[in-house]
C-alpha cells in the first residue's frame, strides 16, 4: 500500500508540508483553525488542492484569526463565495464562520481550541468525532481524523520508517504522551 511518506518526498507542494508540518503538535488557535478549515475544504477534492489555495484561504479568512471571522456576516459570506481562489462552497464557507465562532466560546470555557483539545484528550478516533460532530459544523469522520492526525492529536501521520516520523516524535505530539516519545518508552 502506497502511503503519503512514500509519495510526497520531493513533490513540489506535498513535500514540503508532508517534511515541516503533517503530524507536527499545533498550538495556537490560528494554526489549529487553519487546519481545520483547510481539511474542510478539502472533502471531496484533493489535498494538492487545497496546499495550491492556501495563501488565498489565508488572506480570505484573515490570517485565521478565529475572532475576526466569527464577525464575518453576509457581505464577508458573498465576498467568500466570489473568491476564486478558495472553494467557493457555501457549506463549507458557513461552516468556518461558524466554526470561528465556536471557537471564541472555547476561549471562554477551555482557553482556546488547544485547551478544549486538551480537555478531552485521550479519546479514541470514534469519540473524537462524536464530539466533533457536537460542537463543530462539517465535521465528518475523515476530516476529524486528518484534522487530528496533521495535528499531532491521533498517531498514523507518517509511518515509522520515514524520517520525519522521528521529528514528529520529537515535537511532541499529543498521542505520544507528554514527552514526545511513544507510549511504549521507546
Known amino acids: 500500500m502506497t502511503t503519503y511518506c512514500d509519495v510526497a518526498p520531493g513533490h513540489e507542494w506535498h513535500g514540503p508540508y508532508h517534511d515541516r508540518e503533517y503530524g507536527f503538535p499545533l498550538r495556537t488557535?490560528?494554526?489549529l483553525f487553519e487546519r481545520l478549515i483547510l481539511e474542510i475544504n478539502q472533502a471531496g477534492l484533493s489535498w494538492l488542492t487545497i496546499l495550491k489555495k492556501r495563501a488565498a484561504f489565508q488572506a480570505a479568512y484573515r490570517d485565521f484569526d478565529p475572532l475576526v471571522v466569527s464577525r464575518f456576516g453576509a457581505r464577508d459570506v458573498k465576498r467568500l463565495l466570489s473568491d476564486a481562489g478558495i472553494i467557493r462552497n457555501r457549506l463549507k464557507v458557513e461552516a468556518a464562520i461558524d466554526n470561528a465562532r465556536t471557537l471564541v466560546r472555547l476561549r471562554q470555557s477551555h482557553g482556546g481550541f488547544h485547551g478544549w483539545l486538551a480537555a478531552?484528550?485521550?479519546?479514541?478516533?470514534?469519540d473524537w468525532v462524536k464530539l466533533f460532530k457536537k460542537t463543530f459544523r462539517f465535521t465528518g469522520g475523515e476530516i476529524v481524523n486528518e484534522f487530528l492526525m496533521s495535528t499531532g492529536w491521533l498517531p498514523g501521520a507518517h509511518h515509522e520508517s520515514c524520517p520525519v516520523?522521528?521529528?514528529?516524535l520529537k515535537a511532541g505530539p499529543m498521542w505520544a504522551g507528554t514527552t514526545g516519545k511513544r507510549r511504549n518508552g521507546e
Open 29 to 31: 488557535d490560528a494554526e
Open 120 to 126: 478531552h484528550h485521550p479519546l479514541p478516533k470514534d
Open 165 to 168: 516520523y522521528r521529528k514528529v
